[in-house]
């Protein structure tokens, strides 16, 4: 079944939300190959006037488009 990319964002929402991690609407999808996409939200803290810097600046992670699995991207 193809995954649209609201339905990616979606899936992706529900996960991030289910680990209580704080994002910010909307997200994107950034690299897409056959199996799996990457969806991309950036974090509360970007917002922030009295923050100088945020590294990373967003939260990713890829969506199967196979079987809806979600899985964390760790950034450096």
Do not use: N
Not at 4 to 9: F, G, K, N, V
Not at 31 to 45: N, V
Not at 54 to 71: C, F, G, I, M, Y
Request: glycine residues 2%; contains cysteine; proline residues 7%.
């Amino acid at each position: 079944m193809q995954v649209t990319e609201e339905e990616c964002l979606k899936i992706a929402e529900d996960y991030l939300s289910s680990l209580a991690v704080e994002y910010l609407r909307p997200g994107h999808t950034g690299f897409r190959d056959s199996c799996r996409w990457e969806a991309i939200f950036r974090i509360p803290e970007v917002m922030d006037p009295a923050v100088a810097a945020v590294d990373p600046p967003d939260v990713r992670v890829w969506v199967s488009l196979v079987d809806r699995k979600v899985q964390w991207i760790h950034q450096m």
